[in-house]
């Protein structure tokens, strides 16, 4: 039996989600009694591929061909259902982002198994199998029993801490040309956004709300990211209202985030916001209004008008960089 974690690759390279993931399948495996077993689609060099063996995995499962370089929901679906199959997985782990998302529930029809998805830590116990996980748009956590023979978990991201443990490990190399990608719509043209931190890979966020007032008022907020070497994010009504683009809208309706740090200013904390920020480690809010909901999230506030606020919050930090 195993514990398969699907870890998944941006051109060819790990981000720290993949190995958060693999931390995260080692020590399931551990405290289940099993071996955790990684599964990586599409052209990874043996390098890279390694990398996983820092973080427990003793063997790696590498698919490749020219049919599933671009990600299909169903053949991915039956690749990971396939391998996990052949290596006896009882518990698959995927990442609770929009890959991952798609895939889980194919999954669970393939292997009639049970999903927890969005969980966050480790299972309270494995006999019954019972686990924590986010509920109500992240606003309270349930605990559910999974029944089914195989489990399938989905990671909230920056939820689990890395931890490194380098093993020996060995590669199986797999060919995908029993994997056709299966009739339907076809991935024309993948366009990958450049020149600036993604907003999903960022570690440090900075967020401007409707307080703000004016998209002429953004300078202060992109100085402090740049500052902070951190990503941009707003509000709903501001990429409403086209003070800043759609995709950095975070929120309930926009992109679900969690960074280690996301400031909020002049944002109120709607609970459709909170919704996509609330896996941040830290929240720090800047708001006039002291009785602002984001202030009940956040860990960190500074009640006080922005416009005065951030120009010596950038000063400082500039000063503290100098020094």
Not at 22 to 31: K, T, V
Not at 195 to 205: C, N, T
Not at 232 to 249: F, K, L, Q, Y
């Amino acid at each position: 039996m195993s514990v398969l974690v699907y870890t998944e690759n941006w051109n060819g390279k790990f981000k720290k989600l993949s190995f958060e993931l693999a931390s995260y399948a080692s020590e399931l495996a551990q405290m289940s009694g099993i071996e955790p077993v990684a599964l990586s689609i599409g052209k990874v060099e043996q390098d890279e591929l390694m990398k996983l063996a820092g973080y427990g995995i003793k063997k790696i499962i590498s698919v490749e061909g020219d049919s599933i370089e671009k990600f299909d929901t169903r053949t991915y679906s039956r690749i990971i259902s396939d391998q996990a199959k052949k290596e006896a997985a009882t518990l698959i782990v995927l990442a609770n982002n929009n890959e991952g998302k798609a895939l889980a529930p194919r999954l669970s029809v393939r292997l009639q198994a049970a999903i927890a998805s969005g969980v966050s830590g480790l299972p309270q116990e494995t006999d019954p199998f019972r686990i924590k996980k986010r509920a109500f748009s992240g606003n309270a956590y349930a605990t559910v029993e999974l029944k089914t023979a195989v489990k399938i978990l989905t990671l909230t991201q920056n939820s689990f801490d890395l931890s490194e443990k380098p093993v020996e490990a060995s590669i199986e190399k797999v060919t995908a040309e029993n994997y056709e990608t299966a009739p339907g719509p076809e991935i024309q043209d993948v366009q990958i956004q450049t020149g600036k931190l993604l907003l999903s890979d960022a570690e440090i966020v900075v967020s401007g709300g409707r307080g703000v007032k004016s998209a002429d008022n953004w300078g202060p907020i992109l100085e402090l990211a740049e500052l902070l070497n951190g990503a941009t994010a707003c509000s709903r009504p501001v990429s409403d209202e086209g003070w800043r683009p759609h995709e950095e809208h975070t929120g309930q309706t926009g992109k679900i985030i969690a960074p280690n740090l996301y400031i909020a200013i002049g944002i109120s904390g709607a609970t459709q916001h909170l919704a996509g920020i609330s896996g941040s480690k830290f929240i720090v809010a800047i708001n006039n209004d002291k009785d602002a909901p984001i202030f009940d999230a956040a860990q960190y506030g500074i009640v006080g008008d922005a416009a005065k606020v951030l120009p010596k919050l950038v000063e400082a930090l500039k000063a503290a960089g100098s020094s």
